[in-house]
């Protein structure tokens, strides 16, 4: 019997743009309104089924490691070191706050310092909302970045399987690339 591999992911973005209420709502499948900010990091395994893009085999089925990392600038210091061994990263913003959208080249250049080549998925967060950020800026971003690009609401949960199918997909791919860590 073949054992289902381990890929460790990382779900980046600014404090309170719902990087946590996305992974449990993922993990749980339940939406927790109130929740106290992330400290440092904190991590979750799930397994999830691979697409099988030709439809001819069957499903493929992996375990993720995804690891919550604290948004808040004093918790840096502590996030680089748990980006090592990530296979892909979500970068998460919040359709709420440009400014939000604005950070994810800060986020990707952070985790890229540990991880060159570490692919991404761009992630508009809590559509369920009024936005303040279009759609096609988040797309535009993802573009910019070379990233597929999913709009998520922890909330409805809607986007948030093919999120984290996302994830897994380019953790697989990732797999067949070493990456630096240096």
């Not at 600038?73 to 998460?92: C, D, I, K, M, N």
């Not at 797309?139 to 999913?150: G, H, I, Q, T």
């Amino acid at each position: 019997m073949n054992e289902i591999p381990l890929l460790k992911v990382v779900v980046v973005g600014d404090g309170a743009v719902g990087k946590t209420t996305l992974i449990r709502r993922y993990c749980e499948g339940k939406f927790h309104a109130s929740r106290v900010a992330t400290i440092g990091v904190d991590f979750y395994t799930q397994q999830v089924q691979l697409p099988d893009p030709a439809g001819v085999h069957t499903q493929r089925a992996v375990r993720l490691s995804i690891w919550d990392m604290a948004g808040q600038a004093q918790f840096e210091v502590v996030r680089t070191g748990f980006y090592r061994g990530s296979r892909a990263a979500a970068l998460v913003y919040d359709v709420t706050s440009m400014s939000s959208l604005g950070n994810l080249k800060r986020w990707r250049d952070e985790v890229l310092q540990v991880l060159q080549g570490q692919p991404f998925v761009v992630v508009g967060n809590k559509v369920d909302l009024e936005r303040t950020v279009s759609s096609e800026l988040g797309r535009m971003a993802a573009a910019y970045f070379e990233a597929p690009y999913v709009e998520t609401s922890a909330l409805t949960g809607e986007g948030v399987v093919e999120l984290f199918e996302t994830l897994a997909v380019l953790a697989v791919r990732g797999t067949s690339h070493p990456q630096s860590d240096h």
